[in-house]
């Protein structure tokens, strides 16, 4: 049997049957859709985690133990938005008889406004000024020290008087362990920081991966140690992680139940066409381009429901693309989206083509059963009973 034959058969089939084949249409369009749809919200999900978490303060690679006079422009390559230098200083702040050890970050009160979200994060009062001679605190350390808003906190880098005396000029609160517990922030003129460590927070532009940064990073002469967010983070690696196998099993099983769906759809075309296998049988027609018949009026089925199914999938995600979908009200105490909780939907090659392989692929199986219907009838059998 020729293969152009053999298609256009398949189509006649179809065509003939058409209730039933809007049926099994509609099946696995809204099936394809839903999880082209699906997917690329879980993509959007992921980024959305990615960018809550790397925005807040962290970035998406850190560079530690930089020399003195590490020069910033040397990290600012293709692929990078912005990169922040940062000193480190353990230091033991004072308030009335309270007192609590924990590393001050001396930071670019403008730069770190421009590139981070932490600053939105405040509670009480507000975040720092250039040349401030303040601290910003979180409320846990304010409560620790007994201290608000506008008080004075003296700074001691070692056991004796102290270096400075700042005032609160705001406190914050993420909900976030390494931000909300042992540190603190301080403009880098407020405090003399010779022999502070020297770090830096580089922030990526969207959809750049970290690992080709790192890349051109190895070719610097005596390049620092990094360090990306898989690597700090590695909840929110997992994480991610596991939203890729969760929606992999989801596809699989929802096209487990529609290829049942089409097998036993297909049963029942076949026996209402059963006087036309048993004819072409007795032409000669032999059970293995029976078989062939019945997977390419499948496969014509799938692919086209498929295509339409994509179609409709990938519309809906380019619309909610632009809007985003608004979920603060079920992420509001979520530590992976504390600056927001709206998810933009993203197509990718695993939510746009995963599910329309996977109803090709089900509709092949699904073509099995209703196959060794058809090879295990015999002609005679069939057209005896008519």
């Known amino acids: 049997m020729k293969p152009a034959f053999l298609i256009q058969m398949a189509l006649l089939y179809v065509w ?3 209730r039933s084949t809007a049926v099994i249409g509609v099946m696995v369009v ?9 997917g690329s919200l879980a993509m959007g999900t992921n980024d959305a985690m990615i960018r809550n978490s790397t925005g807040l303060f962290s970035g998406h690679i850190a560079a530690e133990e930089l020399p003195e006079t590490f020069p910033p422009g040397r990290l600012q390559v293709d692929g990078v938005k912005q990169v922040l230098l940062r000193r480190l200083l353990p230091v033991r702040l004072r308030h009335g008889d309270r007192a609590e ?7 670019s009160p403008s730069e770190e406004k421009e590139a981070t979200a932490l600053w939105k994060k405040t509670v009480a009062g507000r975040y720092l000024r250039t040349n401030d001679a303040a601290v910003y605190l979180s409320e846990p350390t304010a409560k620790s020290l007994q201290a608000g808003v506008g008080d004075p906190v003296g700074v001691y880098l070692s056991p004796g008087e102290p270096v400075a005396e700042l005032t609160v000029c705001g406190l914050y609160r993420t909900g976030l362990s390494n931000l909300d517990y042992g540190i603190g922030f301080v403009p880098q003129t407020t405090l003399p920081l010779s022999g502070a460590a020297l770090s830096a927070a580089v922030f990526l532009q969207d959809g750049v991966d970290p690992e080709r940064v790192l890349e051109t990073y190895s070719r610097l002469p005596d390049p620092p140690r990094f360090r990306t967010w898989q690597e700090f983070m ?4 997992q994480l991610i992680e596991l939203n890729f196998v969760s929606m992999g099993i989801v596809m699989v099983l929802v096209f487990g139940v529609v290829s049942l769906g089409i097998s036993c759809a297909f049963v029942i075309f076949i026996l209402k066409n059963v006087r036309e296998h048993g004819i072409m049988k007795a032409m000669g027609v032999f059970p293995a381009e029976s078989a062939l ?4 009026e499948v496969f014509v089925l799938t692919l086209a429901a498929s295509a339409v199914g994509t179609g409709a999938g990938a519309l809906a995600a380019a619309g909610f693309s632009r809007t985003g979908i608004d979920l603060t009200s079920l992420t509001s105490h979520n530590q992976y989206f504390a600056v927001s909780g709206v998810i933009y939907p993203r197509l990718t090659f695993f939510s746009l083509w995963l599910p329309p392989l996977l109803a090709i692929v089900s509709g092949a199986l699904a073509a099995v059963w209703p196959s060794i219907f058809v090879i295990r009838q015999r002609a005679a059998d069939i057209l005896r009973s008519l």
């Not at 050890?101 to 930071?107: E, G, Y």
């Open 293 to 296: 018949l019945i997977l390419t």
């Open 234 to 237: 590695p909840d929110l690696h």
């Open 16 to 18: 003939r049957s058409w």
């Open 101 to 107: 050890t924990l590393v001050l970050f001396a930071v």
């Open 30 to 38: 809204s099936a394809v859709a839903a999880l082209v749809f699906l």
